[in-house]
C-alpha cells in the first residue's frame, strides 16, 4: 500500500525517538523567560540570541559544587557535550513547545553543533516533559505578561 493510501492510527506520524538540540530550540514558540522593555515584547528571536550571547560568558554557570564555572557554558558544551539531565519541556495538546528549564543549555547545544558540524542525538525519553491541558499563552498575548527588562546594566542572570 503507497503512504498516500494509508488510513488509520497507524499511518499518523510517529513520535520520533531522538531529536537534535536545533530540532528543539526550532520547535520552541513560548518561553517563561521572555523580556519587555514596557514597550515590546522581546521576540523568541531576540530571547535565543541572548540565551546563547549569556551562554559564551564564563563565569555564568555554577559547576558541580555551585561555584562559577571557569569556561563559559558554550565552551563545555563544545568540549564535553550537552548534559540534558537539567532540560524541561512543556507541550500543550496542539504539539507546541517551550523550554522552561535548559534553555541557555538548548540554545547553546544547537550552536555548538552547527559550529562544529556535528549532530547530538538526545534520546526523547530522556527529556522531562510536562502537558500543558490550559490555554497556551502565546508571546505577544493579551494575556502574556513577561519579565520585565532590569534597568540598570547590573550583573547578568545565572545560567543553568
Given at each position: 500500500?503507497a503512504a498516500k493510501d494509508c488510513i488509520g492510527p497507524q499511518c499518523a506520524e510517529q513520535m520520533k525517538l531522538?531529536?537534535?538540540?536545533?530540532?528543539?530550540?526550532?520547535?520552541?514558540?513560548?518561553?517563561?523567560?521572555?523580556?519587555?522593555?514596557?514597550?515590546?515584547?522581546?521576540?523568541?528571536?531576540?530571547?535565543?540570541?541572548?540565551?546563547?550571547?549569556?551562554?559564551?560568558?564564563?563565569?555564568?554557570?555554577?559547576?558541580?559544587?555551585?561555584?562559577?564555572?571557569?569556561?563559559?557554558?558554550?565552551?563545555?558544551?563544545?568540549?564535553?557535550?550537552?548534559?540534558?539531565?537539567?532540560?524541561?519541556?512543556?507541550?500543550?495538546?496542539?504539539?507546541?513547545?517551550?523550554?522552561?528549564?535548559?534553555?541557555?543549555?538548548?540554545?547553546?547545544?544547537?550552536?555548538?553543533?552547527?559550529?562544529?558540524?556535528?549532530?547530538?542525538?538526545?534520546?526523547?525519553?530522556?527529556?522531562?516533559?510536562?502537558?500543558?491541558?490550559?490555554?497556551?499563552?502565546?508571546?505577544?498575548?493579551?494575556?502574556?505578561?513577561?519579565?520585565?527588562?532590569?534597568?540598570?546594566d547590573g550583573p547578568t542572570e545565572s545560567v543553568v
Amino acid at each position: 500500500m503507497a503512504a498516500k493510501d494509508c488510513i488509520g492510527p497507524q499511518c499518523a506520524e510517529q513520535m520520533k525517538l531522538f531529536m537534535t538540540p536545533g530540532e528543539i530550540v526550532d520547535k520552541m514558540t513560548a518561553s517563561p523567560d521572555l523580556r519587555s522593555d514596557g514597550n515590546r515584547f522581546e521576540t523568541m528571536d531576540e530571547l535565543k540570541s541572548r540565551k546563547l550571547g549569556e551562554s559564551k560568558v564564563a563565569g555564568n554557570s555554577p559547576d558541580m559544587m555551585g561555584r562559577p564555572m571557569q569556561q563559559s557554558l558554550y565552551d563545555s558544551i563544545k568540549e564535553r557535550g550537552l548534559d540534558i539531565g537539567h532540560v524541561n519541556l512543556t507541550t500543550d495538546t496542539a504539539g507546541r513547545t517551550a523550554v522552561e528549564d535548559g534553555q541557555h543549555r538548548m540554545i547553546a547545544g544547537a550552536d555548538a553543533d552547527k559550529e562544529l558540524g556535528r549532530e547530538t542525538l538526545i534520546p526523547w525519553n530522556k527529556i522531562t516533559h510536562n502537558q500543558s491541558m490550559g490555554k497556551w499563552v502565546e508571546p505577544g498575548s493579551e494575556v502574556f505578561k513577561p519579565t520585565l527588562l532590569p534597568k540598570s546594566d547590573g550583573p547578568t542572570e545565572s545560567v543553568v
